[in-house]
T-cell receptor
Framework: EAQVTQNPRYLITVTGKKLTVTCSQN?????MSWYRQDPGLGLRQIYY???????DKGDVPEGYKVSRKEKRNFPLILESPSPNQTSLYFC?????????????FGPGTRLTVT | EDKVVQSPLSLVVHEGDTVTLNCSYE??????LLWYKQEKKAPTFLFML????IEKKSGRLSSILDKKELFSILNITATQTGDSAIYLC????????FGTGTRLTIIP
């Protein structure tokens, strides 16, 4: 089954404790992306990747890191999480650039930073 | 900075009504406008619009883009309770910028 998977689905952590949210897709998509969704602010793009070893900032990259060493994986790293990073996070992928192809979203990761 | 504004923020209608959701944008390098539907979980794709004046249609849903006036509308006719969701409009080039969404509630 074609899908985007994220792990963990739920995470409660404390300020400053490094964490990684994994994202994997099995559709051989070139484009992958991370979003965060907050009430009243909608869905905002954090980082995106056009292909392996090619990443770029979205609208809200501060406090996040990403890497794209393999085509299928695009982990999101929070080196020193803070409470303002409490949010619902979505990973998504598309065949090529997001303006030309529909995106498939993962199920979401709900992160709480205390 | 790209900007997308959706209106109304929320809308409550009765089953069977027709609704129109609005999306206006400011973007430096327009490639496409996308509509997504989000129920309780992840967004799902509805439409991609790249050309002005050409209506995209899928069942009771349709959408059209006006590149001169920088807006798009999403129409839903004969609404059903299953149409209750947040509808997201986004502008895509290399990155994707979404509006805050319209929360649509259909009352039986």
């Amino acid at each position: 089954e074609a899908q985007v998977t994220q792990n963990p689905r739920y995470l409660i952590t404390v300020t400053g404790k490094k964490l990684t949210v994994t994202c994997s897709q099995n559709m051989n998509h070139e484009y992958m992306s991370w979003y965060r969704q907050d009430p009243g602010l909608g869905l905002r793009q954090i980082y995106y990747s056009m292909n392996v070893e090619v990443t770029d900032k979205g609208d809200v990259p501060e406090g996040y890191k990403v890497s794209r060493k393999e085509k299928r994986n695009f982990p999101l790293i929070l080196e020193s999480p803070s409470p303002n990073q409490t949010s619902l996070y979505f990973c998504a992928s598309s065949l090529e650039r997001v303006s030309s192809y529909e995106q498939y979203f993962g199920p979401g990761t709900r992160l709480t930073v205390t | 900075e790209d900007k997308v504004v959706q209106s109304p923020l929320s809308l409550v209608v009765h089953e069977g009504d027709t609704v129109t959701l609005n999306c206006s944008y400011e973007v430096t390098n327009f490639r496409s406008l996308l509509w997504y539907k989000q129920e309780k979980k992840a967004p799902t794709f509805l439409f991609m619009l790249t050309s002005s004046g050409i209506e995209k249609k899928s069942g009771r849903l349709s959408s059209i883009l006006d590149k001169k006036e920088l807006f798009s509308i999403l129409n839903i006719t004969a609404t059903q309770t299953g149409d209750s969701a947040i509808y997201l409009c986004g502008i895509g080039n290399e990155k994707l910028t979404f509006g805050t969404g319209t929360r649509l509630t259909i009352i039986p």
